[in-house]
């Protein structure tokens, strides 16, 4: 997040609003040193005008250049001091609303000062130690929303306060004009739609204090209890009082994801039981594929984040830093589901919130980092560091090839089987396990943690790669791992059954969600649309205005020879003035003929399934698109990238004034330069324009996608 953004945003905007208030009140004061001359000026102007008045009404009186009888002289001021009153109650205000002016702003430039310098610091203390991570984290947390809804609501009161105050300024003395009521109605107008501002803003204090509260996790699996995995619940007890760490309160199985712990509450799909407290999440699979001390390893890792003071950062912090992201994430949702109104709210609160984390994100990973090879050593001195990264680099070993078979038996040409796990193991013994290129790097899967890369644990356990590699990549024996893999349970192949069940049931669900999604974008777009530049009005008043500089160019240059007598100077100096106006005025003629001729020509026309340009010999495929941009310089330039394998189009001389695209070889791109696009004669704006295009490009992919899915 660009901090002087921010700056800009919560501070020096409202500073620059109590500036304003500032320059308001020494009006105000002016106001009223002028209204009291004003005053003084009448109590000696009417007693001279009513003496005029008792000798004759109608002698002349001249007021501003104006001549007046003395009896409607008097009466206007007669009317004017009646109102002198009004007047001295509007200055009052004036000053009043001046005054909160400055101060409200400044109170909102207080505010965001502190917030962005209390952020600051508090990022920079979050790296002394974990537990004053915890400690100002946890109070940021808390702050935050009330720093947020006060800063933006004190911004809406300023504006709101500068905007009456210059509505009320057009009051005077005297009767107002239209157009003065006009603004005075119009500056009332916004003043109010920011007061309802404010009010949709405690409207949603609410939400915005639930924000950074932790929100559940999602797990898709099966809670074991004690009753249904006597022998697993058994280990792990084990496990933990060897280690001397609290135990899980709850253990949850899948065939997804990997080994993790986490306090967050949380919610298992698809049966959506809700879990509070320490939950274990164990991948079925590889309770089999595993030897025993291996995943006394792995658990004794995951267990290790309830060993001494990493047991309060994991209850605490974890949860409250993994709700802030899923809720950051969710804030981006709705302000993109929003009306304009309310994501202009939304908007600074997300602003400030990814702010905030990005503060935080050093110490954060940092410590993760830390916390995780401490946790890797604490979880070796049950099993041995030769356990422990044999572990490391068999889930690393498996983890694709178990994804793989997972997708391949997903597939409706398999919805037979019924015991996924029992089919994969069998699977898992025919292939031959290699270790991926990139294995020391891979950073095993985990909801909530950042975990360090493989080679970097290894190595803190002072084992060598190749003896972790060699133990790592060894034969899976299906017959041997699914009868370890049982003897966890009471009923494994229930267990087993209804694992691939709730897997294929929620797949077939997603698929199908996707294709109406598919199907949606697929109708979205009809027929064809063709886009071309417009202006034709703007092309006739540019050689309207550039045809006289024309006639006027050409006439300097033959006055020389037609009338030498009038000219003055060098007949030269003339002839090349006459040649410089008639050059300019002519291209600008030329360039208006060209934009008048170019107007109503198309210069990409959609289809549903290519885009069409005026000097491309053939359409050009949207298959052969990979994205396209658009960029304002002096107009605007549609530019299509091309995919690698496609073939560069043919460009073909055009006609003048017919638009025509460019091709630029090396970054292999289609490029068209408009200086507006319009559609039906209608002006586009450059978002508008982009969506657009993207909806055919959106409705060809999806059409293709589909046609995949019936293959």
Request: net charge neutral; glycine share 6%; hydrophobic share 50%.
């Amino acid at each position: 997040m660009n901090a002087l953004k921010l700056i800009l945003l919560l501070i020096v905007f409202p500073l620059l609003l109590a500036a304003t208030g500032g320059w308001q009140w020494q009006r105000a004061v002016d106001g009223a040193l002028k209204l009291s001359e004003f005053e003084a000026n009448l109590e000696i102007a009417r007693p001279q005008l009513r003496a005029l008045v008792a000798q004759n009404p109608m002698t002349p009186v001249t007021v501003n250049g104006e001549k007046l009888s003395a009896q409607l002289v008097l009466s206007r001021m007669d009317k004017a001091a009646d109102e002198t009153g009004t007047a001295h109650r509007v200055n009052n205000a004036l000053q009043l609303l001046a005054q909160w002016v400055i101060a409200v702003g400044l109170l909102a430039a207080l505010i965001g000062a502190a917030a962005l310098g209390a952020t600051h610091w508090a990022g920079a203390r979050a790296r002394k130690s974990r537990q004053a991570l915890l400690q100002v984290f946890s109070l940021g947390s808390r702050l935050l929303p009330y720093v947020l809804v006060g800063q933006a609501i004190a911004l809406a009161a300023t504006v709101a306060l500068l905007l009456t105050y210059e509505g009320l300024g057009f009051w005077h003395i005297g009767r107002l004009s239209t157009g003065e009521v006009k603004i005075m109605a119009v500056a009332g107008v916004i003043a109010a739609f920011c007061l309802y501002s404010m009010w949709l803003l405690l409207r949603q204090l609410r939400w915005m204090l639930t924000m950074f509260e932790p929100t559940p996790i999602s797990m898709f699996g099966q809670v074991v209890t004690l009753q249904q995995a006597p022998d697993l619940w058994r280990h792990v007890s084990e496990l933990a009082n060897t280690l001397g760490a609290l135990p899980p309160d709850h253990i949850v199985v899948s065939l997804t994801e990997g080994f993790y712990v986490t306090s967050s509450d949380a919610t298992v799909l698809p049966a959506e039981t809700a879990l509070r407290g320490r939950t274990l999440h164990l991948p079925l699979l590889y309770l089999g594929v595993l030897s025993r001390e291996e995943i006394a390893a792995v658990i004794g890792h995951e267990l290790a984040h309830f060993v001494g003071e990493d047991t309060e950062y994991s209850l605490r912090f974890v949860p409250i830093y993994d709700g802030v992201n899923r809720s950051l994430g969710a804030l981006a949702q709705a302000m993109l589901a929003s009306d304009v109104i309310q994501g202009r709210l939304m908007r600074p609160s997300f602003l400030f919130g990814v702010f905030f984390m990005e503060r935080f994100h050093h110490a954060v990973s940092h410590w993760s980092r830390q916390r995780e090879l401490l946790a890797d050593a604490t979880g070796s001195r049950l099993a041995g560091n030769a356990a422990a990264a044999s572990a490391l680099m068999r889930i690393s070993v498996l983890n694709p090839q178990v994804d793989r078979l997972l997708r391949a038996h997903l597939d409706a040409h398999h919805a037979a089987i019924d015991d996924l796990p029992t089919a994969i193991l069998n699977e898992l013994q025919q292939c031959e396990l290699a270790l991926p290129p990139d294995a020391l790097e891979i950073h095993l899967p985990h909801p909530t943690d950042s975990h360090p890369s493989n080679g970097e644990r290894i190595r803190a356990l002072h084992v060598a790669p190749e003896d972790a590699l060699h133990s790592g990549t060894r034969p899976v024996d299906a017959l041997a791992a699914g009868a370890t893999l049982d003897a966890y349970f009471c009923e494994p192949l229930t267990l087993r059954q209804q694992l691939s069940r709730d897997l294929k049931a929620e797949v077939t669900w997603q698929e199908e969600a996707h294709a109406q999604v598919l199907e949606s974008l697929a109708e979205s777009v009809k027929g064809e649309q063709s886009l071309h530049e417009g202006g034709r009005r703007r092309a006739i008043a540019t050689g309207a205005l550039a045809l006289p500089f024309v006639v006027l160019g050409l006439w300097m240059m033959i006055l020389p020879w037609l009338f030498p007598e009038k000219v003055k100077g060098t007949p030269l100096a003339t002839l090349g003035a006459g040649a410089g106006i008639a050059g300019v005025a002519l291209i600008f003629l030329w360039l208006a003929i060209r934009r008048f001729k170019r107007a109503p020509q198309t210069a990409l026309r959609l289809t549903p399934e290519h885009f069409v340009f005026a000097n491309l010999a053939q359409p050009l495929p949207i298959e052969h698109i990979a994205s396209v941009g658009l960029q304002a310089i002096n107009g605007l330039w549609v530019i299509v990238q091309l995919t690698p394998e496609a073939p560069l189009p043919e460009i073909r001389k055009s006609a003048f004034g017919v638009p025509g695209a460019r091709l630029n070889k090396k970054k292999h791109q289609v490029l068209l330069f408009m200086a507006q696009f319009c559609l039906d004669n209608k002006r586009l704006t450059s978002q508008a324009t982009l969506e657009l295009i993207y909806d055919y490009l959106n409705a060809a992919h999806a059409r293709n996608a589909l046609q995949a899915r019936h293959q």
